[in-house]
């Protein structure tokens, strides 16, 4: 897992949590957002597949600039 030992790893947009979800499997919930309201965030639990999961999507996102 990275460094962080936070539980939980947060997503602000949607397509980015669709994303993650699609590369790993892994069921995110929503929440409502504490800091914008009306916004929601996506959460999902901050696992080794998660991780591999970020780092295939930003892998993709630099081959894609």
Avoid: H, P
């Amino acid at each position: 897992m990275n460094n962080s030992n936070k539980k939980y790893y947060v997503v602000k947009d949607i397509n980015f949590a669709r994303v993650l979800k699609w590369i790993c499997g892994q069921e995110y919930m929503v929440f409502d957002s504490k800091f914008f309201e009306g916004e929601k965030v996506y959460s999902f639990e901050n696992t080794e597949k998660l991780q591999e999961a970020l780092r295939i999507a930003n892998e993709i996102k630099n081959k894609a600039r």
